[in-house]
């Protein structure tokens, strides 16, 4: 199948529905209906959708908090301020670094009714760093800290936190402690909801077949639909004019859809890489709105978790809720795109972590690449870079964080890269 078929299968996957201030009501495959809701407040002017199961309506555009850990408060409350006057209600934090749960605690803090948080469970803070685990000694501080950081005694959706590994996933579906202590959280009323984050589409599938969980954070951009399911959501050999939408990533968004398993979606720029045509798979560039209105004209999806570290990044987000269906258009972008080959590349996930050396893996693959995608790096870029505790030369080249990697990247091979570049 070439491009245009790619193009056009997406379009029959997920049609794009027009969504004016009044409730807007259709059947799914289920019999079961979903609803998109514009407020008539013209400060919100945010479309509310159904998430599945859980019954909660919200915004279409969310918060995905990860940049806030490079803020300080005052920069993380402006964020949830302008997310708060623009009618985003959902927030998205997975991190365990005290200190971002804490701003973001303080900057919900008196408005935590109006939002709904989605929280992980098995993402926790060892030696300085994120750790992800299933080791309930690590598992139940982190997520009493999350409460005590956030200042709320509940999490409206309680994640089962990155499971990549369909191994992984049975055993949580078998019943181990780790989904017992879940269970538990939201027989105390501490989760509401049970949710899984994932990167797979084989463990989305699974979970959702399960009936174990109402909704899932997955990632979602045109670039991970075209690929093969598997482990690894990268492929480098895969050209989009070789195939469609992954046969396993259409039969996930379907199966969701008609058994009413909400999706919120993480990665929609593919780590920033959609925005840059120097950066991107396809040789040219997306814009947020045309990215946003990909995933969310997936069957499911009812809100796209972006990462705002500064004000612009809000607004260039929430002009979805105004463009025009000409700004929407990623169709005829993607059909005359000059390029079609993807390989692994970093999306700054920090899934990677912990590193035996502490150092701050996705940010050193950040800087490496805003330096590299200029003529000249940039004296700000250089800065930062300088001031990390941690520099690339200090990696001994274990491989550990490559076995962690949802994405497949060559970790090593950056690490050299960014010394060549930096020289450090």
């Given at each position: 199948?070439?491009?245009?078929?790619?193009?056009?299968?997406?379009?029959?996957?997920?049609?794009?529905?027009?969504?004016?201030?009044?409730?807007?009501?259709?059947?799914?495959?289920?019999?079961?209906?979903?609803?998109?809701?514009?407020?008539?407040?013209?400060?919100?002017?945010?479309?509310?959708?159904?998430?599945?199961?859980?019954?909660?309506?919200?915004?279409?555009?969310?918060?995905?908090?990860?940049?806030?850990?490079?803020?300080?408060?005052d920069g993380c409350r402006?964020?949830?301020?302008?997310?708060?006057?623009?009618?985003?209600?959902?927030?998205?934090?997975?991190?365990?670094?005290?200190?971002?749960?804490?701003?973001?605690?303080?900057?919900?803090?008196?408005?935590?009714?109006?939002?709904?948080?989605?929280?992980?469970?098995?993402?926790?803070?060892?030696?300085?760093?994120?750790?992800?685990?299933?080791?309930?000694?690590?598992?139940?501080?982190?997520?009493?800290?999350?409460?005590?950081?956030?200042?709320?005694?509940?999490?409206?959706?309680?994640?089962?936190?990155?499971?990549?590994?369909?191994?992984?996933?049975?055993?949580?579906?078998?019943?181990?402690?780790?989904?017992?202590?879940?269970?538990?959280?939201?027989?105390?009323?501490?989760?509401?909801?049970?949710?899984?984050?994932?990167?797979?589409?084989?463990?989305?599938?699974?979970?959702?077949k399960s009936?174990?969980?109402?909704?899932?954070?997955?990632?979602?951009?045109?670039?991970?639909?075209?690929?093969?399911?598997?482990?690894?959501?990268?492929?480098?050999?895969?050209?989009?004019?070789?195939?469609?939408?992954?046969?396993?990533?259409?039969?996930?968004?379907?199966?969701?859809?008609?058994?009413?398993?909400?999706?919120?979606?993480?990665?929609?720029?593919?780590?920033?890489?959609?925005?840059?045509?120097?950066?991107?798979?396809?040789?040219?560039?997306?814009?947020?709105?045309?990215?946003?209105?990909?995933?969310?004209?997936?069957?499911?999806?009812?809100?796209?978790?972006?990462?705002?570290?500064?004000?612009?990044?809000?607004?260039?987000?929430?002009?979805?809720?105004?463009?025009?269906?000409?700004?929407?258009?990623?169709?005829?972008?993607?059909?005359?795109?000059?390029?079609?080959?993807?390989?692994?590349?970093?999306?700054?996930?920090?899934?990677?972590?912990?590193?035996?050396?502490?150092?701050?893996?996705?940010?050193?693959?950040?800087?490496?690449?805003?330096?590299?995608?200029?003529?000249?790096?940039?004296?700000?870029?250089?800065?930062?870079?300088?001031?990390?505790?941690?520099?690339?030369?200090?990696?001994?080249?274990?491989?550990?964080?490559?076995?962690?990697?949802?994405?497949?990247?060559?970790?090593?091979?950056?690490?050299?890269?960014?010394?060549?570049?930096?020289?450090?």
């Amino acid at each position: 199948m070439d491009r245009r078929g790619f193009i056009k299968n997406a379009f029959m996957l997920g049609s794009a529905v027009a969504v004016g201030p009044t409730v807007i009501s259709c059947t799914n495959r289920n019999g079961k209906k979903n609803e998109s809701v514009s407020p008539n407040d013209e400060k919100a002017g945010m479309t509310l959708r159904r998430l599945g199961k859980t019954g909660l309506m919200v915004s279409e555009i969310g918060l995905g908090a990860e940049w806030l850990e490079r803020l300080d408060e005052d920069g993380c409350r402006q964020i949830v301020d302008l997310c708060d006057e623009a009618g985003i209600n959902i927030v998205d934090i997975w991190m365990s670094e005290p200190e971002v749960r804490t701003k973001l605690g303080n900057a919900l803090k008196g408005r935590r009714e109006k939002w709904f948080i989605q929280g992980h469970i098995g993402s926790t803070w060892k030696d300085g760093q994120y750790f992800r685990t299933r080791d309930l000694a690590l598992v139940e501080p982190a997520f009493e800290d999350l409460l005590a950081r956030l200042q709320t005694d509940y999490i409206d959706l309680g994640m089962i936190h990155y499971v990549d590994d369909i191994e992984e996933w049975k055993a949580i579906e078998g019943g181990n402690d780790f989904y017992k202590y879940v269970l538990t959280l939201k027989k105390q009323g501490k989760i509401r909801h049970i949710g899984l984050s994932t990167h797979s589409p084989e463990v989305a599938l699974a979970a959702a077949k399960s009936g174990i969980i109402e909704m899932m954070l997955f990632s979602c951009n045109p670039v991970y639909d075209c690929l093969p399911a598997g482990t690894n959501v990268f492929s480098p050999d895969m050209s989009l004019g070789e195939g469609s939408i992954s046969k396993d990533r259409a039969e996930l968004y379907s199966y969701c859809e008609s058994h009413d398993i909400g999706i919120t979606v993480m990665k929609a720029y593919a780590g920033g890489r959609l925005l840059n045509a120097d950066t991107s798979p396809f040789g040219i560039a997306l814009t947020p709105v045309q990215c946003i209105h990909y995933a969310l004209t997936r069957p499911a999806v009812a809100s796209i978790m972006v990462g705002f570290g500064e004000a612009s990044h809000v607004a260039q987000a929430v002009a979805y809720e105004s463009a025009t269906d000409e700004e929407k258009d990623y169709a005829s972008v993607l059909a005359s795109a000059p390029k079609n080959a993807y390989s692994g590349a970093c999306t700054y996930c920090g899934h990677c972590k912990p590193c035996s050396q502490n150092i701050d893996i996705a940010m050193v693959n950040k800087l490496t690449d805003l330096a590299t995608i200029q003529h000249e790096v940039p004296a700000s870029v250089k800065d930062h870079y300088k001031v990390l505790k941690v520099h690339a030369s200090d990696c001994i080249e274990c491989g550990t964080c490559m076995t962690r990697c949802p994405f497949g990247v060559d970790i090593i091979k950056n690490m050299q890269k960014a010394v060549s570049v930096f020289g450090c």
